[in-house]
């Protein structure tokens, strides 16, 4: 049995089970990635996609992702591969014909291809990409030496040490934060705010760096939490000490009725465009999304 370093959880791992993310596993008592180079999506979007929209606007970028996830958002938009029960196992144990293995080498040789059509590199996106950091890491190091970009789509609930151990490699960041209460975090998410918050700050003093929030009708839409969070935002200072968080994009968006969350409608429109305005009090950059 061995204790893992990504998140909050630290799950103690016995030898061939999973931790919670369901895609960490002990092998020779060391804790490591069954994920690793495991990929269930790959496709060329636009930067925009991702969110990030003051970085390299109008490119594209390569896009993959693999399986499993440190949270529990009622609200997935991927839980297929996020934390569904069939994302929960190992391939061994399953037979996943779906999946695509590949080695950070091969990757780099795809992503490096697919320049003529625009690209401008890689982004680890669509489940979390550090429950599986060693491929992002790995990637993503091949990727720079290639001179191409990186980007890193995340929930931001990792440790600091992972963290440091990758940005070195990462050009971009778009990061969730999702809410701005322990309770929304702890109870509908089953998250951790301080992680993120403290991941989001490190982020900020050496990395572009862009936010998304998306609103939850009941939960997380209040113009006192918004004033709250984008406050906070505003507060971020870089490397040196000053102030740049003023500058930091946030994305606010749109929620709509899915997976386990159709107790409630889409949010309205108007209150997104609200929401917006007074994250505007503090921010200089605030898109709106699926609006």
Not at 242 to 261: A, D, T, V, Y
Not at 268 to 278: F, N, P, Q, S
Request: with cysteine; aromatic share 8%.
């Amino acid at each position: 049995m061995a204790r893992c370093k990504v998140c909050f959880r630290h799950c103690e791992i016995g030898e061939g089970s999973i931790g919670f993310c369901g895609a960490r596993t002990c092998r020779n008592g060391v804790v490591t990635a069954a994920n690793y180079g495991l990929l269930t999506g790959i496709m060329l979007d636009p930067i925009e996609k991702k969110p990030l929209s003051r970085f390299y606007p109008g490119s594209r970028i390569l896009s993959v992702g693999s399986y499993g996830c440190n949270l529990r958002c009622p609200f997935c938009q991927n839980y297929e591969i996020s934390w569904s029960d069939s994302a929960m196992k190992l391939p061994e144990h399953q037979g996943r014909g779906e999946l695509l293995k590949m080695t950070p080498e091969e990757l780099c040789d795809i992503v490096e291809a697919y320049k003529s059509k625009g690209n401008i590199g890689i982004a680890f996106t669509y489940n979390e990409p550090l429950i599986g950091y060693e491929f992002v890491r790995d990637t993503a190091m091949l990727v720079k030496e290639r001179g191409m970009k990186t980007v890193l789509v995340s929930n931001g609930t990792a440790e600091i040490e992972i963290l440091e151990e990758i940005l070195p490699y990462i050009d971009a960041m778009n990061i969730d934060l999702k809410g701005f209460t322990d309770e929304y975090y702890e109870k509908l998410l089953g998250g951790n705010r301080r992680m993120v918050t403290d991941f989001i700050e490190r982020a900020a003093k050496d990395c572009h760096l862009e936010l998304t929030t998306l609103i939850i009708p009941g939960e997380n839409d209040s113009e006192e939490e918004m004033r709250e969070l984008s406050g906070w935002i505003a507060s971020l200072t870089d490397s040196e000490g000053r102030r740049i968080g003023k500058n930091i994009p946030l994305h606010i968006s749109r929620f709509f009725p899915r997976f386990k969350m159709t107790d409630r409608d889409a949010t309205d429109v108007k209150l997104i465009y609200d929401l917006a305005e007074i994250a505007r009090e503090n921010l200089e950059y605030v898109y709106t999304g699926n609006c």
